[in-house]
């Protein structure tokens, strides 16, 4: 059987024909003074069936249309052929199936609504790919920068050791064997960041010092020869004649 879909106007229609024919029956059958107390209901019970099987259905394919207009030829000679209260269940439910029927069609009218949802994966081979590749060598450039960094830091900090060392031994205007041992243990064999703190403010007052008396030599020496040659003016003024 196939399963193509039809145009749902088309099957309301058919539902809307069996529809009217199920009311006009109910009608006469309303109307009927004599019931016929030997109607067999199988062929009505049947359909009914069939009906409430497809209440729930979404898709109707050619051959359920086909097999549903002929059930309105049947459904009709057996309308006309039994009547009296017998059937007018039967009659109702096939008329509420019916309803249900064509609210199911008519919903498929309706523009549904559909939430589309995309997936992406991605995959990287570090034997072909030119991303990784790159990926792989900055790294290694980040690595190398690093250690390069530190290295360099390592040889700042040893700099300014050796430095530090030569400005106190110059403080102590004279070194020997005792001393330069005594500066290696604090620096390097045994570090103590407290002392070499105590070596540095040393060194840095004595610098000071040294500074602000070489300061004040010079300004002596300019005032004496300021005061040298102003006492040869005056002995020049003095002299004129």
Known sequence: MTTDKIDSSAVYALFEELKQKIVEFGNNAAQSVQPDSSINTGELSALVEELRNLVGQKQFSPEQVKALQDNIGGFTRVMIDKTGKKIET???????LINQIIETVNTLNIPQKYVIRREFSFAIDFRNS??????????VIILLSL???????????QLKDNDLKYRYVKMQGAANHES??????VFTYNRNKDSITIIRKRVE???????EQAEKIERARLNAKEAERLEREVESVKNRK
């Not at 030119?130 to 790294?139: L, N």
């Not at 250690?147 to 900090?157: E, K, L, R, T, V």
Request: glycine residues 4%.
């Open 90 to 96: 039967e009659v109702c439910e096939v008329t509420k």
């Open 130 to 139: 030119k991303a990784a590749i790159t990926m792989i060598a900055m790294g």
């Open 147 to 157: 250690a390069g960094n530190i290295w360099q830091y390592s040889c700042n900090a």
């Open 180 to 185: 330069l041992l005594n500066l290696e243990t």
């Open 205 to 211: 007052t004595y610098e000071r010092l040294v500074k």
